[in-house]
């Protein structure tokens, strides 16, 4: 069982690159997000998806975008890296009864 | 907004002692209530969830949660801890139809021999 798939689980990267964080699911659920988890704050919301085509904000959205063009894949979109996106970063996708399942995590490191 | 508030950043317990993990929250409607539990260098993966039916709600590995509206609590236990349950563990909150689920910052939770 695949469940959610993120891609890579490790990445570093300089301030100001780019980069995209893949996320796939074969559970046919309707609803992805991005969260990302920093030391002592938790999991925080930064971006959510309710269908293809449609796309919202989270919690904290700046510096990032995402594009949801099938059901199955939500990736995250860093477009000019900083420092303080340094984190693990988690997709998950939810079923109807509101559960989340979550991918196995990508490591991001900013120099 | 909904949010929850997770008492004890780290709780230590010895091998077959009760496990009490204190789960907050504050919502202005009924909450969807939420515990998981994440292994190191792994996902978050459900224990146990509370959607406006039973108060007591079972989960797996022996875990279960009450919800407690009259407290706005709703605190993991376990009657025995086993080594295998060392891990950390977020208390979630989410309400029907709203699409933001908010976490807690997580309990890390430490069983000694």
């Known amino acids: 069982n695949a469940g959610v798939t993120q891609t890579p689980k490790f990445q570093v990267l300089k301030t100001g690159q780019s980069m995209t964080l893949q996320c796939a699911q074969d559970?046919?659920?309707?609803?992805m997000s991005w969260y990302r988890q920093d030391p002592g704050m938790g999991l925080r919301l930064i971006h959510y998806s309710v269908g293809a085509g449609i796309t919202d904000q989270g919690e904290v959205p700046n510096g990032y975008n995402v594009s949801r063009s099938t059901t199955e894949d939500f990736p995250l979109r860093l477009l000019s890296a900083a420092p303080s996106q340094t984190s693990v970063y988690f997709c998950?996708?939810?079923?109807?009864?509101?559960?989340?399942?979550f991918g196995e995590g990508s490591r991001l490191t900013v120099l | 907004a909904q949010s929850v508030t997770q008492l004890g950043s780290h709780v230590s317990v010895s091998e077959g002692a009760l496990v009490l993990l204190r789960c907050n929250y504050s919502s202005s409607v009924p909450p969807y209530l939420f515990w998981y539990v994440q292994y190191p260098n792994q996902g978050l993966q459900l224990l146990l969830k509370?959607?406006?039916?039973?108060?007591l709600v079972k989960g797996i590995n022996g875990f279960e949660a009450e919800f407690k509206k009259s407290e706005t609590s709703f605190h993991l236990t376990k009657p025995s801890a086993h080594m295998s349950d060392a891990a950390e563990y977020f208390c979630a909150v989410s309400l029907q139809g709203n699409n933001d689920m908010r976490f807690g910052a997580g309990t890390r939770l430490t069983v000694k021999p």
């Open positions: 509370y959607t406006s039916a039973a108060t």
């Open positions: 998950a996708s939810r079923d109807t009864t509101g559960e989340l399942f």
């Open positions: 559970m046919n659920h309707e609803y």
